[in-house]
């Protein structure tokens, strides 16, 4: 039976259900089509805020579903139904509510209750009766924060008892902040399964920082004001310290992610804490907070104004020190959709420690859905990446966008970075910009104990046209030249440039000496078209502005490969303005003669043309000007016959059809090197750089076979 639902439970306060949810979602979106969320009962919200979980799914997975149609009730609401003695209308309106929301989705998350009410039992059995007429399995969520093997044990054949009278699958249990080891896993999986089946038991270890608040939330639960550092509010707290003592006292109780809190007059421990942060002695404090509603002078204002860029969050709250410190108790670390640290942190630990596709396996029962969205694509990216991690070279090491996508990359663990560039530079970049990149590998060019031998080779390639040695050291100081040999030399598998460097930059070293495959005269790109239901091969739309007919048939075969590594099967049509023999002319002509050659490079391939791009695409259609084509109607690579074609066609698809254009994508090098745009985001360089490491881990495994 395949299910429509995955209800994801608690089984008592503070496990992290939130971080699980999140992790949860990401496995549904890459496995199913068209997800929806809904909770049936949320928390009341405070002032119009919303459901913080619900918030965080919309957001970041960029739903487009009603935000009052995914719960049913508030706790305030609920309760009050149950306490009039009809708990089966709450159900009833609950079902219906939900059946709303499945009318639109192909599958369903649901979220159970946060318990933060007096009877955590009372909640336990209310989610295992929800889930039990709504026909969902559980995802059990529990915490392993400091618990012994034995006690967790213990706990979850209960829990498991328990649910055995509302007739629920579980379809996986996840202990949360786990300190347990493989043995003990592997013997919890054995007691929990049922004959010779073992149960789908997953831990996932602490991570403090999760937990953590940032100064943002310390801004949100306390409705402070910024004062200036808006750009560090993502700073974690790790603890408190009230300054009321004088500055030389006080610089000895200083520690790493404080947030020191003192009088807004005390410009004297103000200034110190300036100090302390812009201090490379002194540990990096997380911000201040002024109390009691006074501002800092007009001098000290003016002070703090002058320099370049505040070190560090500086908050205002109205509250005195006392009633300051108590609202602290109440805050803790929610996960927000801006917080793109903790985000990647939560999925990076969830994808490491849970394995989503046998969750997903046991979900639907059946092979998954050949209907593919552009957020599965980018998952499907992300999972191909890490399943072989390659070393990927950035030569833009500097860049702001390129430090925050590393960070990501790095949490996410889809490949091993090397960064580029002046080292201490990079260093101080990524500490302003509150990430964390110590586990990418720094080079400076200039001083690199490599940096004589890259420029050996490069006057060993290219002395035939006339370097010197001079200039091939001139040469190896640019920072792509350098990635580029890198890779040549086999200390990367590839590498990624051009959110500062052009096209022509990126690429030009490529062409001079990693050169391109045997058989293959030109290098080529594609364009991965993400439609609402599919994902096609564009090519050449990037480089070669008139290929003759060899060049457009290797074309052709190069982008089917290209198609194959990134899980596509390649259909491929030779785009015309004519279908079969229905037109003639010289650019017709062209076509009919690459794909002469093209069916006798790759005689195996499914390939067809010429063809118009409507016969390609369009089932209908093709039955009217070509039936019974294996690929007119369900065509995947579209190799259009010139630039001028293949550039104003995907842009025009991209825009009329709202599809997400990945690319350009290099094809036809001996070893992958990409480039990106200079206006590129950092969801771009994230989907390049998993791009360039799935087109590596394929070369190897090509190379290795021969």
Known sequence: MKHSALYITATGPTTGKSAIALGAMQMLSRSMRNVGIFRPIINEPQLDSRDPDINLLLQHFKLSQNYQDTYAFTQAEAREIINYGTRNLLIENIIQKYKRVLDNYDFVMCIGTDFLGKDPVFEFELNAEIASNLGAPVLLVTSGDNQPFEDIADSMKLVYQNMQPYGLDIIATIINRSSLSQTELDELRSLLGTGNEK????????????????????????NAHTLYGEQHMDALVGDYLVAAMHTDNFLKYIEKDQLIITPGDRSDILLASISARVSTTMPDIAGVLLTGGIRPSESMAKLIAG????????????????????????????IEPDDIRKINTVLGLYEHHVNGKEIANKLLEEKLTSRM??????????ERAKSDRMRIVLAEGEDDRILR???????????????????????????????????????????????????????????????????????????????????????????????????????????????????????????????????????????????????LAEIAVASAHTASVFGITPRVAMLSYSTGKSGKGADVDVVVEATRIAKEMAPDLAL??????????????????????????????????????????????????DAIAIGPVLQGLNKPVNDLSRGCLVPDIVNTVAITAIQAAADKKLAGAR
């Open 307 to 334: 320099l370049t860029g505040a070190p560090l969050p500086i908050l205002l709250t109205e509250a005195h020190t006392y009633r300051t410190i108590t609202a602290l108790q109440e805050i803790y670390g929610l």
């Open 405 to 551: 996508a590393t960070d990501i990359l790095l949490r996410r663990e889809v490949a091993e970075i090397i960064l580029l560039g002046d080292t201490e530079i990079i260093r101080k970049k990524a500490n302003n910009l509150n990430i964390d990149i110590n586990k990418a590998i720094l080079i400076n060019p200039l001083t690199s104990p490599k940096f004589q031998e890259y420029a050996q080779a490069y006057y060993e390639f290219r002395k035939a046209k006339g370097i010197t040695e001079e200039q091939a050291r001139d040469t190896m100081m640019d920072a792509t030249y350098f990635g580029t040999m890198m890779v040549k030399l086999n200390d990367a598998d590839g590498m990624v440039s051009g959110a500062v460097n052009t096209t022509a930059h990126t690429i030009r070293p490529a062409f001079e000496f990693i050169k391109t495959k045997p058989g293959f005269s030109v290098v080529s790109s594609v364009f991965l078209m993400c439609l609402k239901d599919r994902v096609l091969v564009f090519g050449d739309c990037a480089v070669n502005p008139n290929p003759t007919a060899q060049q």
């Open 199 to 222: 149960a789908l038991v997953y831990a996932i270890p602490n991570d403090p920082a999760l937990g953590r608040a940032t100064m943002r939330d310390v801004k949100k639960g306390l």
């Open 373 to 382: 969205t552009p957020m599965m694509f980018e998952f499907e990216l992300i």
């Open 608 to 657: 067809e043309g010429p063809l118009q791009y409507d016969a390609a695409f369009d089932p209908i259609v093709a039955q009217t000007k070509l039936p019974g084509s294996q690929v007119a109607g369900k065509a995947t690579v579209f190799i259009f016959p010139d630039l001028n074609t293949g550039n104003n066609t995907y842009k025009a698809v991209q825009r009329a059809a």
